[in-house]
């Protein structure tokens, strides 16, 4: 039973398009993240969400906008996707300790 | 700035040598360090961390050891096995849940047999 899930796995898509992409943990962690591997295969946090609040948010284009129904979902939905867009995007959870727990990845093209 | 920095892009072992993966970070905050493992098409997996207070910790065959003055830790590997081969990145955090991980760009180890 896959503790971070997240879908899709793979992403294909047209630039200008909108596209979510859902992140699930059965964990019962309070904390979830979205991080960012890009092509220099850097990976870098996005977002982090503690008991559906928001509590960090990098450095990131507006058009990126998390969503957390409840503790266990953290869906990420990006608007007007560009050619720059394209990496792998994770998502984590964490309870103590900040060991975090990492979903496979969904691979974002943007063509 | 790479506040977390892993020089060696890549590191070839033989099976049942050891394996030692180095990383230097920059920020004094930093109090608590993981190493991950990642295979392609997979998430980082969780394999050991160390907090400030200590200077070793050791699970099986893995060992962090963490030198706070030189602002360096290094992850053995004993003895190293073909399954052993992925990306290992080193990632720090001040502890506390919900703060960030810093990650190096990762080191690729390979083992052969």
């Known amino acids: 039973d896959t503790a971070v899930s997240q879908t899709p796995k793979y992403l294909v898509t047209q630039m200008g398009n909108d596209k979510s992409i859902k992140c699930e943990q059965n964990l019962g962690h309070d904390t979830m993240y979205w991080y960012k591997q890009d092509s220099k295969k850097f990976l870098k946090i996005m977002f982090s969400y503690n008991n559906k609040e928001l509590i960090i948010n990098e450095t990131v284009p507006n058009r990126f906008s998390p969503k957390s129904p409840d503790k266990a979902h953290l869906n990420l939905h990006i608007n007007s996707l560009e050619l720059g867009d394209s990496a792998v995007y994770f998502c984590a959870s964490s309870q103590a300790q900040n060991i975090q727990y990492f979903g496979a990845g969904t691979r974002l093209s943007v063509l | 700035d790479q506040q977390v920095k892993q020089n060696s892009p890549s590191l070839s072992v033989q099976e049942g040598r050891i394996s030692i993966l180095n990383c230097d970070y920059t920020?004094?905050?930093?109090?608590?360090f993981l190493w991950y493992k990642k295979y392609p098409a997979e998430g980082p997996t969780f394999l050991i961390s160390?907090?400030?207070?200590?200077d070793k910790n050791e699970d099986g065959r893995f060992t962090v050891f963490l030198n706070k003055s030189a602002k360096h830790l290094s992850l053995h590997i004993v003895p190293s096995q073909p399954g052993d081969s992925a990306v290992y990145f080193c990632?720090?955090?001040?502890?506390?849940?919900?703060?960030?991980?810093?990650f190096g760009k990762g080191t690729t180890l390979s083992v052969s047999s």
């Open positions: 160390i907090s400030s207070i200590k």
């Open positions: 920020n004094s905050m930093f109090d608590y």
């Open positions: 990632a720090a955090s001040a502890n506390q849940a919900g703060t960030a991980l810093i």
